[in-house]
């Protein structure tokens, strides 16, 4: 299966926390970035965090720098995002994507890099 999937989503309060999860590509190569992006009403879908499947390096959007991180276990082909001390800001429809093996360099946070996308799992934060 390569449409990623994704689960999780929740209403919470400000200050706590949800773990989003994902079911990877079942790519024989692992070389493929996993990315973690969302959208609020009347925004533009933006990075929130990426994987590259292949070394385990992640890579974080400035706006959830410190409380969002981004893991895989490689074994389950999973993708995880644990959200700490959420935000209202945060609440938004987060989906999961998954670029083909051998993606450009450095565009891990490019959400054009991505070909194959989940159906979104929604995050409410109320203050």
């Known amino acids: 299966q390569v449409q990623p999937v994704e689960s999780g989503g929740s209403a919470v309060q400000a200050g706590g926390s949800l773990r989003l999860s994902c079911s990877a590509p079942g790519f024989k190569s692992k070389t493929y970035y996993m990315g973690w992006f969302r959208q609020a009403p009347g925004k533009q879908r933006e990075a929130v965090a990426c994987?590259?499947?292949?070394?385990?390096?992640?890579y974080d959007s400035n706006s959830v720098k410190g409380r969002f991180t981004v893991s895989r276990v490689g074994a389950e082909d999973m993708v995880y995002l644990q959200m700490n001390n959420l935000k209202p800001e945060d609440s938004a429809m987060y989906y999961c994507?998954?670029?083909?093996?051998?993606?450009?360099?450095?565009?891990?946070?490019?959400?054009?890099?991505?070909?194959?996308w989940g159906q979104g799992t929604r995050v409410t934060v109320s203050a």
């Open positions: 994987i590259y499947s292949f070394s385990g390096t992640t």
């Open positions: 994507a998954a670029t083909r093996p051998e993606p450009p360099r450095n565009a891990c946070l490019d959400r054009t890099t991505y070909e194959y």
